[in-house]
């Protein structure tokens, strides 16, 4: 037990310790119930974390199979073509035998599918924007880039996500090909979390190296300037911080607990770096969502959709954007569930990449 479950262990003996003796004996049993469950759960956690590490090992080479595809280094498919026809035969003989209600067959109408072009790919080896339809296609992923941001992301060639327990952290690196925003070859950044395994601590990112007034992280503004003696005005041009996807990259520390536990009374400065590091960290979650699980049906936009997306998220319809005092919320996903509750996947480590240096 960590030292804020022990002191929860105190504070419930002395409250059972203070009632009448006729009823604590009950509430005794109860606390040692209670006990067992959590040990129960806690051997639940471990041995679900050395599942996952054992389910990583088998899928870390399909991964890699899939990332040499992509890169164009394999081009002979005769290996998987025989299985994949066997499948589609299977597929259609159970769909031939569902029987749809007619308003399913209306639902499938209005859901009508857009196929993602891949006639560029005729003539090229691999599918070089694979990654990048994928990200434009996720619509929790598309939410942190800007408009400004969207080309840039048009030169994502790779992406690598993973999540440890020890010391428990996300990590994303993004490649890149030659372009005309930044010389970095690759971006990546790290996302530690505090011992509860559900807030981000830090983020150890990395510095771009941007080309001359192409950085996205920038804004440029006029303003009008009066002279105190002469009264003549002038404008004059300021860089100001802006919003952009390519802020994840930037290292942050969050503030220590004692300074934020007013929360209703935090300094702007602190609350945007906290919001800033929730960010990052949901972030993490999507891509590592994204490299494990949904890369292929995103780029193929068979990936959730927004509404899909937040009526899972309100567990039903998802609410009328035109509704008066609504706003959609963005649902969190990944964070260590508390006691007792599920762990976040592993993976295997890897070292950060070293072109991409840390601040």
Same mark, same amino acid.
């Given at each position: 037990? /960590? ?10 003996? =002395? ?5 009448? +003796?006729?009823?604590?004996?009950? @509430? ?36 890699? #199979? ?10 002979? !498919? ?10 589609? %035969? ?9 029987? =749809?209600?007619? +308003? ?7 859901? %009508?599918?857009?196929? *993602? ?25 598309? #939410? ?9 992301? *048009?030169?994502?060639?790779?992406? @690598? ?14 490649? !890149?090909?030659?372009?005309?925003? $930044? ?6 950044? *790290? ?27 920038? =804004?440029?503004?006029?303003? %009008?300037? =009066? ?18 996807? @390519?802020?994840? !990259? ?11 536990? /007013? ?23 999507? !891509? $590592? ?7 292929? +049906? ?17 567990? #039903? ?5 035109? +509704? ?5 919320? %963005? ?27 840390? #601040?």
């Amino acid at each position: 037990m /960590d030292a804020e479950e022990i002191e929860l262990e105190m504070k419930m003996i =002395k409250v059972i310790s203070k009632m009448p +003796e006729k009823i604590q004996a009950r @509430f005794k049993v109860l606390h040692m119930l209670s006990d067992e469950r959590s040990r129960i759960n806690d051997n639940f956690e471990k041995e679900l974390k050395a599942l996952e590490a054992k389910m990583e090992l088998r899928r870390a080479p399909i991964l890699e #199979q899939r990332a040499k595809i992509i890169a164009g280094e394999v081009e002979n !498919f005769d290996e998987y073509l025989a299985p994949f026809d066997a499948q589609v %035969k299977e597929v259609e003989t159970i769909v031939a035998g569902i029987i =749809k209600a007619p +308003e399913d067959d209306k639902k499938d109408e209005e859901e %009508k599918h857009t196929p *993602t072009d891949v006639s560029h790919l005729k003539d090229v080896k691999g599918v070089p924007d694979f990654w990048s339809v994928a990200v434009q296609n996720n619509m929790l992923l598309q #939410q942190v880039v800007r408009k400004n941001d969207k080309e840039a992301i *048009t030169f994502l060639s790779n992406v @690598f996500a993973k999540k440890t327990e020890d010391p428990q952290a996300a990590y994303v690196e993004l490649t !890149f090909r030659e372009n005309p925003y $930044f010389s970095n070859t690759k971006l990546s950044y *790290t996302v530690r979390l505090k011992e509860d395994g559900e807030e981000p601590e830090a983020v150890e990112g990395c510095v771009i190296d941007w080309k001359e007034n192409k950085n996205l992280t920038v =804004k440029k503004i006029k303003k %009008k300037q =009066k002279h105190k003696k002469t009264n003549e005005t002038r404008t004059i041009v300021k860089t100001v911080p802006t919003e952009s996807f @390519f802020n994840i !990259f930037e290292t942050r520390q969050a503030p220590a607990d004692e300074d934020i536990k /007013d929360k209703e009374e935090l300094d702007s400065d602190v609350e945007k770096n906290l919001m800033a590091l929730e960010e990052a960290y949901d972030v993490a979650n999507d !891509f $590592f969502d994204l490299y494990t699980s949904d890369a292929l +049906e995103y780029y193929l936009n068979f990936g959730q959709q927004y509404g899909d997306l937040m009526a899972g998220a309100y567990g #039903q319809e998802a609410p009328d954007e035109d +509704e008066e005092g609504e706003e959609d919320e %963005k649902p969190k996903k990944g964070g260590k569930g508390g006691k007792g509750g599920a762990p976040p996947a592993g993976a295997p480590g890897e070292q950060p990449n070293p072109e991409c240096k840390q #601040q």
